[in-house]
């Protein structure tokens, strides 16, 4: 069989012929030019974002704002502020991965990144970690403790879209559309009002770097995490649909809150004293606090939404005990239950360790400090008593926390 000359020879999908074309590929039936290529590159591209955009839109309909707090309250006691905001955040952010920009002059809605404040324990990690549970984009949390300017040792701002890329799958179009949950925020705060004219390694180097992460731009990033280096492979994430939420505890802003309000409540028209008590000075917290405490305005100025944590109260504390889906006592009356035994954990031990965790003013987190101080001793011994049922009371409650370390601590 002959082989058929150069002019006879056509891409199989258009028809030109190869002195038309600049590259034809010969298959084994068929040939098919670079143009066709190109055409085929795009034509998959859109039916990929078209496809990704009607799995979002599905799952958009079952997540509104208020059956994403319903969720959000199977996990989380309490701080329905701060869950409105969230949900609101998370909802808006689909609807800007759907927004249609095909029209000309479009309205391009833009991304509020959010910032939480509460002190330690109070649920800032937790609620991130429960809206992770219920989302289909890429979510990653990251500490901002471990950061450092570039140049230094630690990790660079760029490792956070590391997690983020890794959570995606390294499919860096799903990371793109992705949210990350910044934790301990406040730990960058500089460490003076003014700008520093030396190195500030970890604290107002690092809000700089962080400035056009939170922005939108074009981020080259080390896939496998750790520090860049010249011969490394990078890979280039676009941060404009990215959502951004940030939280921290914040310690000692409330003295900033307190001498401004109090600055503002001289005169007729001052406010009582009572209505900016310990309970719900937070609620007062604006970018001004927040600027005076340490974060720059640029990072600020970044943050359109501010919202605040409540100070967990008793009442609020002891629904954090029994009520969750993973409840911390639901938690030891299984491990128990694994041992055949019965546990039976009487109101007046939950009251003895809510004062205990309010007392040493270290939140839901000393909820489990405190009850593994009590229960530690009966954990040891019940799996061969061969008992049957174990009742905590009060006196053994007492009993077995003031010989632990935790007894000890100060409250300063």
Do not use: W
Request: one cysteine or more; a neutral charge; proline letters at 3%.
């Amino acid at each position: 069989m002959s082989k058929p000359s150069e002019e006879s020879i056509r891409c199989s999908f258009c028809g030109r012929e190869k002195k038309e074309v600049n590259i034809l590929i010969a298959g084994i039936t068929g040939h098919i030019c670079d143009s066709c290529i190109s055409q085929a590159h795009l034509i998959i591209k859109e039916e990929g974002g078209i496809k990704s955009k009607i799995e979002i839109e599905k799952t958009l309909s079952l997540l509104t704002p208020k059956e994403i707090v319903d969720q959000l309250n199977l996990h989380v006691i309490g701080q329905d502020e701060a869950k409105k905001v969230l949900s609101v955040a998370v909802y808006n952010h689909y609807k800007r991965l759907l927004q249609k920009n095909q029209v000309q002059n479009a309205i391009e809605i833009e991304k509020s990144n959010v910032i939480m404040a509460g002190e330690t324990g109070t649920g800032k990690t937790l609620l991130a970690k429960s809206i992770a549970k219920l989302l289909n984009v890429p979510f990653c949390i990251a500490d901002a403790t471990v950061l450092t300017e570039a140049g230094y040792v630690g990790e660079d701002v760029e490792s956070i879209l590391s997690r983020l890329l890794q959570a995606a799958n390294y499919d860096v179009q799903s990371a793109e559309k992705g949210i990350v949950f910044i934790d301990e925020i406040d730990k960058v705060a500089r460490k003076s009002d003014n700008p520093s004219i030396t190195r500030d390694v970890s604290g107002e180097g690092v809000q700089q770097a962080m400035l056009k992460l939170l922005e939108g731009t074009q981020v080259s990033v080390p896939p496998q995490g750790g520090r860049k280096h010249p011969e490394q492979k990078m890979v280039q994430i676009d941060t404009k649909n990215i959502l951004f939420i940030c939280g921290g505890a914040f310690d000692g802003i409330s003295k900033i809150i307190r001498r401004r309000v109090k600055s503002q409540s001289i005169g007729f028209n001052s406010k009582n004293e009572h209505e900016f008590s310990t309970e719900n000075i937070l609620s007062h917290i604006n970018q001004l606090d927040i600027k005076k405490y340490g974060l720059i305005p640029e990072l600020i100025g970044r943050f359109p939404v501010l919202t605040y944590l409540h100070p967990l109260t008793k009442e609020t504390l002891i629904s954090i005990l029994t009520e969750p889906q993973n409840a911390l006592i639901k938690q030891y009356v299984k491990l128990f239950e694994m041992d055949d035994v019965k546990l039976i954990i009487k109101d007046e031990v939950l009251n003895f360790i809510v004062e205990k965790a309010i007392l040493l003013k270290l939140g839901a987190r000393g909820l489990r400090s405190i009850c593994e101080a009590i229960l530690t001793e009966s954990m040891f011994r019940a799996p061969e008593n061969n008992i049957k049922e174990l009742v905590i009371d009060l006196s053994y409650a007492k009993k077995q926390f003031s010989k632990s370390k935790i007894s000890q601590l100060k409250v300063a």
